[in-house]
Structure formats: structure tokens, C-alpha cells
């Protein structure tokens, strides 16, 4: 759940990059980017804590993709700017997918 939502900002297509963001981690991780057993932790965490990023098996790519999709900031995410997805798409942790071919 994106920081906007659980401070009650509201929330637009920027929440679902931060979900896709939280996805990309899990699958690199094994394990949610800010994740707590305990609930209300788990938001404390969602809302003012950063990713932890330092792993050596993840790629700077790696890492700078999962910055810029869990960035708290719903205005600066990567994806929420007018290209939409082509921002995501052109980002060089995708390098290797030729998405006119998909």
C-alpha cells in the first residue's frame, strides 16, 4: 500500500507504480521492502522509512528502479509523469526487453 494512501491523500495511477515497485523487490529480495509482523510497524515503515537497497546481489539498475518506484513522493515517482509507463519502460533495468516484440 502506497504512503499516500495510508496518510489519505488520495491516490492515482502512482500508487499502482508503487505496488509494481513492491513487486520488482519482493521477486529480487524475498521479502517486502518494508515489511513488519506487526501492522502497525508495517505502515510506520510504508510511511517514513526507506527501502534498504544495500544488498550485493542486486544490480545499481536493481536498485535504482526499486528507489524510484517506492520514492514516498507520488508527484516524483517513476512512472506518475505524463509518459506514464514509457518512463518505466525505458528504464536501463528493462534494457534487455524489446517491448515492441511483447
Known amino acids: 500500500m502506497a504512503p499516500e494512501i495510508l496518510l489519505n491523500k488520495g491516490h492515482g495511477k502512482a500508487s499502482d507504480w508503487w505496488s509494481f515497485g513492491g513487486i520488482i ?4 529480495c524475498g521479502e517486502p521492502p518494508f515489511y513488519s509482523k506487526n501492522k502497525e510497524k508495517l505502515f510506520r515503515n510504508i510511511k517514513y522509512s526507506e527501502p534498504k537497497l544495500d ?21 516524483t515517482r517513476l512512472g506518475s509523469g505524463p509518459s506514464d509507463a514509457e518512463e518505466i519502460m525505458k528504464h536501463p533495468w528493462f534494457s534487455c526487453i524489446n517491448w515492441p516484440n511483447i
Open 55 to 75: 544488498f550485493p546481489f542486486m544490480s545499481e539498475n536493481a536498485k535504482d528502479i526499486c528507489a524510484k518506484l517506492l520514492d514516498k513522493n507520488p508527484l
Open 25 to 28: 523487490y519482493e521477486m529480487l
